[in-house]
């Protein structure tokens, strides 16, 4: 938005280092972050503009977002969802939202009231495999991938706060690029002039389930902030079937909140300075009493975005995380490890600049750092006896440091882009520690510090051949390390045990991808992409023995398939589909052997998702929501399968008075019975039909 204002006082430097504190591990230096980044916004609502007559007018360019993507962007596989349907899914859950986009997916079909925090790894293409990320999923430029685990901690992601998630598939070579071995998922926080004044929403469901949320985005002078909180809590649905309970089992009970305040100011009449704090609280009960997990975080960042001649941006980011989790026995239903806390502590930041070298190039010349270091703390007991039997603890940290170039070249009708990065990765400080029930050491490793050098390129055409119709097609390489989880945590899901591994290497992505996009008219638009990606020395969750598993680089995953994309906005109705086939195999020999030419775990072939929407009049908006999600193997070896699945949601949202709307949410509304775990038989199912029932305040400026 371009507002009129009076002289700016700047901020002293001490102020904003006042706000980015160094960051550490210590559990007692964990609270500064936020109280951090709550003093640094705080400076938002006392720098008001100096009062200064003489003072010349100035046009000041307020947006709150990062500057505008390059036209290369549409090169890639793209699509974007915008606020309305995020704020608009029957879940209200973001994960819900993204399911619009056919191939994403998380390691399991459960969504973030029901499943373990540490299987929320993002991922699409159906390159999955394991419960890391191989999406790099940002926040306002900033990676949200859990330090430790890899996981995107999307309970404290409300949907509402956003005013767009933009999804590209295939490799990433620019900021924060080692990470999108399958894509990217940017989400944009919305501004003050996305928002009204306030918005507020109350819900409640058939099981007496509660949710409650609220944004407050005042305008502060020539800057704004926004403040935002949710809360949701609920006894929650059985994840075992009713033929398998025993006397321990018990409803998959949940209760989070997340907070989130930002401000944006003006320092010149074309730079602003963006800060944002975020904390969230999760805990979660699956299938048997005591079998309890929690996650927790505190983020601040800060952002300068620069819009004039020479645009720029500068970002740093502190991150602090901690996860528990207690896994019961399914045999005799009592504690056989409490895995009692995970800290961990990620930093970062990037400078980017667009040198202006002529109306028909973009360059973006950057460089990024991404750190991580997180320990693990966890106590082994006997099922018979109920004491400890071993007391271990696990961690390390790993950077990496990337440089990176991109251009975009216009010549008439054709793009030309192409980008380079070169990262410097280090896997340092991993070590192994196990100790008796008397405190004595049995086990004490220390693992060899590793790094090295790795490129990555993209490149891509565009061609406008006119009549609405663009033919694509782009290369790409890609890379990302191991997590610590992967690389020094052991984890079990009962009776499943899965080792780590200190020698995992890096992954390595390779691909190529072709598509057109057509629209002959206004609101109306299709595309189609053919692509073939392998990730190369991915990790995979190999079986090694009865109940045993352990992280090991495969020689790839290979996926070749096809996205189909089709919308139309023609007047009151709205139609948006999406489609992804994928023929996805796993590459292995040697130890790994017994994998080769299967499938990956929990990667389906065919995913789609369409969604039929209503407008008849202002504030009125009805829309149905059909998902299909097919066969997945539970494992590797491919004995148990997770059938294929079609749901129906729905939304509605009625004006009562001015401001004030009914809301109804419909998920699941066939209640099918959605598997999203199978070990040998015993079952995990995902939401059943579930009614939601609510209020909608909105108070415009």
């Not at 000041?60 to 962007?73: N, W």
Request: overall charge neutral; glycine content about 12%; proline content about 4%.
């Amino acid at each position: 938005m371009r507002v009129q204002s009076h002289a700016w006082r700047v901020p002293r430097a001490a102020d904003l280092c006042h706000f980015y504190p160094v960051w550490a591990a210590s559990p007692k230096r964990r609270h500064l972050v936020l109280r951090s980044s709550l003093a640094g916004i705080a400076f938002f609502g006392v720098a008001q503009p100096a009062l200064a007559d003489e003072a010349p007018e100035q046009s000041i360019l307020v947006t709150g977002h990062a500057l505008q993507e390059p036209g290369s962007a549409i090169a890639y596989d793209e699509q974007t969802i915008e606020a309305e349907r995020l704020r608009t899914s029957a879940s209200g859950r973001l994960e819900d939202a993204l399911s619009a986009v056919a191939g994403f997916q998380q390691f399991r079909r459960s969504d973030s009231r029901s499943a373990n925090p540490t299987s929320q790894g993002v991922t699409l293409r159906a390159l999955g495999g394991n419960a890391s990320s191989r999406s790099l999923v940002l926040l306002d430029g900033v990676p949200m991938a859990d330090p430790s685990f890899g996981h995107v901690p999307l309970s404290a992601l409300a949907p509402e706060r956003l005013a767009q998630a933009r999804v590209t598939r295939g490799g990433g070579a620019g900021a924060f690029g080692a990470g999108a071995v399958a894509g990217t998922i940017e989400l944009d926080s919305a501004g003050a002039n996305e928002l009204g004044l306030f918005e507020g929403e109350a819900v409640v469901d058939d099981r007496g389930e509660t949710g409650l949320s609220g944004t407050l985005a005042p305008q502060l002078g020539s800057g704004f902030a926004v403040a935002s909180a949710r809360w949701d809590r609920g006894q929650g649905f059985w994840t075992t079937p009713e033929s398998q309970r025993v006397p321990a089992s018990v409803r998959a009970a949940y209760e989070s909140w997340s907070a989130s305040l930002r401000g944006v100011a003006p320092l010149t009449p074309d730079v602003e300075l963006q800060a944002r704090g975020m904390a969230y609280d999760d805990h979660r009960t699956l299938r048997f009493s005591g079998a309890n997990s929690t996650s927790s975080g505190q983020d601040a960042s800060l952002r300068l975005v620069g819009h004039g001649a020479w645009p720029f941006e500068l970002l740093g980011y502190v991150q602090a995380r901690d996860y528990s989790n207690v896994v019961i026995s399914a045999t005799n239903f009592k504690k056989t490890l409490d895995q009692r806390a995970t800290p961990s502590t990620g930093w970062g930041g990037k400078a980017e600049l667009r040198p202006p070298v002529g109306d028909d190039h973009t360059l973006r010349l950057g460089a990024d750092l991404r750190g991580a270091n997180g320990t693990m703390f966890e106590d082994a007991y006997s099922t018979v006896t109920g004491k400890v039997t071993a007391r271990r603890s696990a961690g390390g940290r790993n950077v990496d440091l990337g440089v990176y170039a991109e251009d975009d070249w216009r010549i008439g009708a054709l793009t030309l882009t192409g980008g380079a990065r070169a990262d410097r990765w280090s896997i340092a400080n991993g070590f192994f520690r196990e100790a008796n029930a008397a405190g004595a050491i049995t086990t004490n490793n220390r693992f060899v510090d590793r790094a090295g050098w790795a490129g990555s390129f993209r490149g891509g055409a565009l061609v406008a051949l006119g009549h609405g119709l663009t033919l694509r097609g782009s290369a790409y390489s890609g890379l990302r390390q191991p997590t610590l989880n992967e690389l020094y945590r052991p984890f079990t899901v009962f009776p499943v045990t899965t080792r780590a591994n200190a020698t995992l290497g890096n992954e390595r992505l390779v691909g190529f991808e072709g598509g057109l996009d057509f629209a002959p008219v206004d609101g109306l638009r299709f595309t189609f992409t053919a692509f073939d990606n392998q990730v190369r020395h991915a990790i995979a969750n190999v079986t090694i023995g009865t109940n045993l598993r352990e992280r090991r680089n495969v020689d790839a995953i290979r996926a070749k398939g096809v996205e189909l994309g089709a919308s139309a906005h023609l007047g009151t109705v709205s139609f948006d589909g999406s489609l992804a086939w994928t023929d996805a195999k796993v590459e292995a020999s040697g130890a790994s052997a017994a994998l080769n030419g299967k499938r990956p775990a929990q990667t389906p072939k065919l995913a789609a998702s369409a969604t039929l929407a209503w407008h008849p009049h202002m504030g009125w908006r009805m829309a149905v929501t059909v998902k299909h999600v097919g066969m997945q193997y539970e494992d590797d070896l491919q004995i148990d399968t997770l059938a294929a699945a079609t749901t129906l949601d729905a939304f509605v949202e009625l004006p009562l008075r001015k401001g004030v709307s009914l809301v109804l949410r419909g998920e699941n509304l066939t209640d099918v019975g959605v598997v999203t775990r199978n070990v040998a038989g015993s079952i995990d199912l995902g939401t059943p039909r579930t009614l939601w029932a609510g209020l909608r305040v909105a108070l415009p400026r």
